[in-house]
Nanobody, 122 residues
Framework: QVQLVESGGGLVQAGDSLRLSCAVSGRTSSDYTMGWFRQAVGKEREFVAGVSRRAGRTAYADSVKGRFTISRDNAKNTVYLQMRSLNSEDTAVYYC???????????????WGQGTQVTISS
C-alpha cells in the first residue's frame, strides 16, 4: 500500500510563489507515475501536472504551463510542485496522486493523498 502526504499549502498573495511537496511511503516512489490535481469549491477535480517514473516525461494543464513545474526526487521519495505567479484561479485543494501505469491526465490514479489547501488572495 502506498501513502501520500502533501504539505506546503497556505495563504499567499497574487503573484507569489509556493512549493508543494508530496512524501511517498510504503513503496519506492520510482515505481509510480506521479501527478498533482486540484479541486476548487464547486468544481470537479482537475489535472494540474504529472511526471513519469524517472522524470523523463512531464505534462501540464494549459492553465499552469509556464508557471508551474513538477519534479521528483526518487532518492527522497518526494514529488514537488513549484508554483509561480499565482492568481485567484489557482485557489483550490491540491492533491498528490500515484499510479502504476503510464503518465495520463485523467483522474484514473491508484492512490491519493488527503490534499493541501492553497488560497490566493487578490
Amino acid at each position: 500500500q502506498v501513502q501520500l502526504v502533501e504539505s506546503g499549502g497556505g495563504l499567499v498573495q497574487a503573484g507569489d510563489s509556493l512549493r508543494l511537496s508530496c512524501a511517498v511511503s510504503g513503496r519506492t516512489s520510482s515505481d509510480y507515475t506521479m501527478g498533482w490535481f486540484r479541486q476548487a469549491v464547486g468544481k470537479e477535480r482537475e489535472f494540474v501536472a504529472g511526471v513519469s517514473r524517472r522524470a523523463g516525461r512531464t505534462a501540464y494543464a494549459d492553465s499552469v504551463k509556464g508557471r508551474f513545474t513538477i519534479s521528483r526526487d526518487n532518492a527522497k521519495n518526494t514529488v514537488y510542485l513549484q508554483m509561480r505567479s499565482l492568481n485567484s484561479e489557482d485557489t483550490a485543494v491540491y492533491y498528490c496522486a500515484a499510479r502504476s501505469g503510464v503518465l495520463i491526465t485523467t483522474t484514473n490514479y491508484d492512490y491519493w493523498g488527503q490534499g493541501t489547501q492553497v488560497t490566493i488572495s487578490s
